[in-house]
């Protein structure tokens, strides 16, 4: 493929041990410049690629990536997953939202979309691993298993939402963007010409264009209003809501209760349709508790301690994990089985049920679990 040069830049870049074996990639190709330059990497290192495109059925306008694919001198091919996505992401998002908790599309997509029915197409294409334009790495431990690592560039590390693949899944994957920095990728794009069809960044929340997240869920389920109180932490009525699900922890715009300064959502209580607000000092928690723990290696048996990250704008803290907690007073329908508390060094803000919390030591990943 012609080209006007990378120097020093793509030197950097290691070559994958997929690379060398020879076998066939598949580069999830979403339209934007972190998987064009990861497609590049791979080919430069004559990779046995081809590029691949999904579609959730939530897009504004069909991408057209024949330059892109032209300019690579790969084919790409596209596969229709907006069923999956409705199933295993839209459905997740919206009941997790009725329950009062706040889901993490992004994580879930992850896990049950791009690494795995994504990568279940890719194989039936003929590929043995699939690649992608995450920032995030893949190494070895002292067994020799891979395990999950952050980027390089901290600023743009996406580790956190790659905390739920399975060990399966990180050994069928290739992260050509691990140990380089956006700015790094920007140039290589920049001398290569490599000019993506989409402009924007990704968003978070991919399927959810003009519309809130209420009104997204009211789009797709016949909700009706569902008024309840406000209430402050002392139990006094200071005003109404028209459902919970239009609410998260932390949130303060559309409460619209006056006060002595400004009230922040602490708590939805599903169970007597009522929201507990308050002040923004009253929001620190210096511990939280987990289900549905999933490891990228071995499981943390005993009290260790680690930093957590509660949401992807966090950074992570200080803590210690305490696993399997066998009786939580304020919760009564937790498992005894695949739960673990944590309690932090310092208190943190608004800590989120629905969320998950993932695990670090050092830049290696340990693993996640949804925050109770």
Known sequence: ??????????????????????????????????????????????????????????????????????????E????????????????YFIETYLKGKTPNPCIICNKKIKFDVLYKA??????DF???????????????????????????????????????QLDRTVFPLGEMCK???????????LIPPEKKESQDICFIKRKSFSEFIQSKRN?????????RTDGEIIGTHNGLYEFTIGQRHGLNCPGPAPYYVKEIDIKNNILVAGFKNELFKKELFLENIHWTGKPITCCREIKTKIRYRHR???SVFIPEVLKIPEITDISCKNTAKIIFNEPQYAVTPGQTAVFYAKDRVLGCGIIK
């Open 122 to 127: 890719c194989n039936d294409l003929g590929a």
């Open 316 to 318: 992570e803290k200080k």
């Open 223 to 231: 909700i009706q209003s569902a008024p309840g109180k406000i209430i």
């Open 76 to 91: 790409i091919k596209c596969v229709d997953l907006s069923n999956d996505f409705e199933i295993h992401v839209i459905n």
């Open 1 to 74: 493929m012609p080209h006007k040069g990378h120097g020093p830049l793509f030197e950097k870049h290691r070559r994958h041990d997929c690379v060398k074996t020879n076998k066939k990639i598949a580069i999830a190709l979403s339209g934007g410049i972190d998987s064009l330059v990861a497609a590049y990497i791979l080919k430069k290192q004559n990779t046995d690629l081809f590029g691949i495109h999904f579609q959730t059925g939530y897009e504004n306008k069909k991408i057209d990536l024949s330059k892109a694919g032209a300019r690579l001198g790969i």
């Open 130 to 168: 699939i690649a992608t334009g995450h920032y995030a790495g893949i190494k070895k431990d002292k067994s020799g298993h891979n395990c999950l690592v952050k980027a390089r560039d901290t600023g743009k590390d996406q580790s956190y939402f790659l905390a739920m693949l399975s060990s399966a």
């Open 183 to 193: 700015s790094e990728v920007k140039k290589i794009a920049e001398l290569n010409d």
